[in-house]
């Protein structure tokens, strides 16, 4: 995936952070309208119970776990343009194994980026 002179540090988080998203909303924006609301839920192994009784008529649930290759190339381009921000805590590779620990602590607010 060519990302040109975008900073590698802001391209290693557009696969999970911006894609899953990216290809979600894409996904319905031919379906919304003005005034409309689209909420993207994470999906990291969770579910919903649809059912005759349990969801309202008519309603379609999706999830999507990954985008494709097409987006992919999308997101870089709008991160070039600074249109993507995903905030990023950076890690030596040396202090790889703190960056686990802190993301077990529920301490790195986005995402976090071990670098060579």
Known sequence: ????DLDPVRAASLTDAAL????AIKSVLPRLVGGSTTVVIG????GAKVGLTSSPYNMTVST???????????????????????????YPIEDGEQAYADMHAGKIVGRAVVVP
């Open 43 to 46: 999906a990291g192994m969770g």
């Open 64 to 90: 999507s776990l990954w985008g494709r290759r097409k987006e992919l190339l999308e997101l870089v381009e709008m991160a070039k343009r600074g249109q993507i921000k995903i905030k990023t805590t950076t």
């Open 20 to 23: 899953t998203p990216y290809q």
């Open 1 to 4: 995936m060519p990302i040109e």
